[in-house]
């Protein structure tokens, strides 16, 4: 099994709501990352976990909260977004001081309204 | 910053054409990837060549690596209307680091048209 899951696969949302976005892998990876990608632009990194710690934050506003609970899982938590918010959030992962292949999952399009 | 420029931005091409897409970026790497998107999908790793490596083949795709130029070319073969997708190369500059941080480029956006 190779894959990180990433649910959902679409969201919706307003600018009050408070909503949760989910990945799984079940690689046995140790290391988790979100990614932020608008239109036509490359992925942003925007967390890293590390041993199911927080190792990097590349200054995201505070209305993003990450989440790992386990070592297959990562949340990343959703209050208060913006429009401007709008994007592609993908999930990957790999073992920590690997510096080869990140595994993708399938990315949760969100809209913020 | 490492990002690295991707040259063409865009490439249209008949299919059974080749496909070459350019690489640069600014820092010493540990190793320089490339990723395919298809449109509105994740990313999915295609070729990984280390800084010591010169050329690397994979089925039709042909990475090399040029580190005195800082640059590097994938080049697809006989290309196919499924070929069609964002590529992004990507360096990893961070060797035994716990945190194996990749740098992407702008990508190259590739149609083939049938």
């Known amino acids: 099994d190779t894959e990180v899951t990433q649910t959902p696969k679409h969201l919706v949302m307003g600018m009050t709501n408070k909503k949760s976005l989910k990945c799984e892998q079940h690689?046995?990876?140790?290391?988790m990352y979100w990614y932020k990608q608008k239109a036509k632009k490359p992925p942003e990194l925007m967390f890293v976990y590390s041993y199911e710690k927080l190792s990097i934050n590349e200054s995201v506003p505070s209305r993003f909260s990450p989440e790992c609970p386990n070592s297959s899982l990562l949340n990343l938590h959703l209050h208060a977004l913006q429009p401007e918010d709008s994007a592609l959030y993908l999930c990957?992962?790999?073992?920590?001081?690997?510096?080869?292949?990140?595994?993708f999952g399938e990315g949760s399009r969100l809209t913020v309204l | 910053s490492q990002q690295g420029e991707e040259d063409p931005q865009a490439l249209s091409i008949q299919e059974g054409e080749n496909a070459t897409m350019n690489c640069s970026y600014k820092t010493s790497i540990n190793n320089l990837q490339w990723y395919r998107q298809n449109s509105g999908r994740g990313l999915v790793h295609l070729i990984l060549i280390r800084s010591n490596e010169r050329e690397k083949h994979s089925g039709r795709l042909r990475v090399t690596l040029d580190t005195s130029k800082k640059s590097s070319s994938l080049l697809i073969t006989a290309s196919r209307a499924a070929d069609t997708a964002s590529y992004f190369c990507?360096?990893?500059?961070?060797?035994?680091?716990?945190?194996?941080?990749?740098?992407f480029g702008r990508g190259t956006q590739l149609t083939v048209w049938p």
């Open positions: 990507a360096t990893a500059l961070d060797r035994g680091s716990t945190l194996g941080r990749l740098y």
């Open positions: 990957a992962s790999r073992n920590p001081g690997d510096t080869g292949e990140l595994f």
């Open positions: 690689m046995g990876h140790r290391a």
